[in-house]
Every structure is written in structure tokens, then in C-alpha cells.
T-cell receptor
Framework: KAGVTQTPRYLIKTRGQQVTLSCSPI?????VSWYQQTPGQGLQFLFE???????NKGNFPGRFSGRQFSNSRSEMNVSTLELGDSALYLC??????????FGSGTRLTVV | DQQVKQNSPSLSVQEGRISILNCDYT??????FLWYKKYPAEGPTFLIS?????DKNEDGRFTVFLNKSAKHLSLHIVPSQPGDSAVYFC?????????????FGTGTRLTVIP
């Protein structure tokens, strides 16, 4: 069974630009969550999608948005990038109440 | 506001000895706790979990202890092996409250010295 796939693995963007990250969950998993990891902050929850609907949202500004498609694949978008958005963005999928499986992440660098 | 805290950013242990990683939380609604292990350039990998109805869960060399009154949990690794060297994250969720997202600590980097 393929794991959670995130693309791209690395990305460099300029301040003010926007970026879209992609996540393909494990086949059969309908829930996809996104997390931001920065040094000293651990993993911060961004949002969770389930069956194309945002089910939960963390404490991030509106520049961070996401969506989920009918095949459960999810995208995360960050607009008007700031230097502080440089981080590792992790996607996790699961089916049922427990058992999150994480992808390897997308390392975003904003210059 | 960090609801899950790992106050030790790093820990070094000799191979064969016990590693104890600690985690504190503030939200009394948390009822499910997990430990994840993370290697560089990889996503976190699930290690072990515990429900709030238990105070101990064991899986091979890994044991998690939960002290609800102190809002504290710990992960014991016995015996520690060099391959255990990684960053360990503690996480919690409030399943019964319908909040399925995980709240993570800031991680503890474990180094097991051969």
C-alpha cells in the first residue's frame, strides 16, 4: 500500500508570491490534515479535510487555505508569502478515529 | 499557547540504557496521546499511543506511561539502541470533544551513544 505522497519535496519562493502544495493520501483514507513544522514550534495544525469538507481549522491567517478533491487528494495554498512561512509542511491521512500517517513533507523556503 | 510541552529539547543516553522522554499537557479535554518519531527529511512515524482510560501501554521496547492527575506522560525505551536516535514528538487530541486534530509538543532529540 503506497504511503502518503507529498509534492514537491522542496520549493523556493519569493516573498509576496503564492504557493500550492499537494498531498495524496493513502488509498481509502478520507481524512487529510496539514501541519506546519518550524524550529522551536513543533508541529502546528493548519486544517483537516474530510470528504471534501474542511472539518477543523487551526490558528493560522487566511493566507493559508486548502481544499480536498473527490479522490481525497488535497492541496494547500499559501498566498502573499512571508519569510516566516518558511517551514516543513506535513500532510497526514487517516481512516477512522486514530492512526495518522504522515508524508515526508514539503520544505518551503521563502526568500 | 503551547498545550503540549516537551521541556527537554535534547537527551543523550548510552546504548543499552533506558531513555525516558517526558511530556506535559495543559488541556484536560485531551483523551488520546501519541508518540511519534522523526528522522531528518522524513515525516513523523507513529510509535505508540495511549488512551486516557489507561495509565500504561507497552509495545516491545517502548512503554508509555500516563499520569492524568499530573497531566504528564512519558515514553520509556529499554534498551536504547543507536537506531533510536531521532526527534521524538509527543501529541495529544481530544477525541470525545470531536477535535480530531493533534496538538504536538516541540520535540526532544534523542541521541543514543554506541
Amino acid at each position: 500500500k503506497a504511503g502518503v505522497t507529498q509534492t514537491p519535496r522542496y520549493l523556493i519562493k519569493t516573498r509576496g508570491q503564492q504557493v500550492t502544495l499537494s498531498c495524496s493520501p493513502i488509498s481509502g483514507h478520507r481524512s487529510v490534515s496539514w501541519y506546519q513544522q518550524t524550529p522551536g514550534q513543533g508541529l502546528q495544525f493548519l486544517f483537516e479535510y474530510f470528504s471534501e469538507t474542511q472539518r477543523n481549522k487551526g490558528n493560522f491567517p487566511g493566507r493559508f487555505s486548502g481544499r480536498q478533491f473527490s479522490n481525497s487528494r488535497s492541496e494547500m495554498n499559501v498566498s502573499t508569502l512571508e519569510l516566516g512561512d518558511s517551514a516543513l509542511y506535513l500532510c497526514a491521512s487517516r481512516e477512522g478515529d486514530y492512526g495518522y500517517t504522515f508524508g515526508s513533507g514539503t520544505r518551503l523556503t521563502v526568500v | 499557547d503551547q498545550q503540549v510541552k516537551q521541556n527537554s529539547p535534547s537527551l543523550s543516553v548510552q546504548e543499552g540504557r533506558i531513555s525516558i522522554l517526558n511530556c506535559d499537557y495543559t488541556n484536560s479535554m485531551f483523551d488520546y496521546f501519541l508518540w511519534y518519531k522523526k528522522y531528518p527529511a522524513e515525516g513523523p512515524t507513529f510509535l505508540i499511543s495511549i488512551s486516557s482510560i489507561k495509565d500504561k501501554n507497552e509495545d516491545g521496547r517502548f512503554t508509555v506511561f500516563l499520569n492524568k492527575s499530573a497531566k504528564h506522560l512519558s515514553l520509556h525505551i529499554v534498551p536504547s539502541q543507536p537506531g533510536d536516535s531521532a526527534v521524538y514528538f509527543c501529541a495529544a487530541s481530544a477525541q470525545k470533544a470531536g477535535a480530531n486534530n493533534l496538538f504536538f509538543g516541540t520535540g526532544t532529540r534523542l541521541t543514543v551513544i554506541p
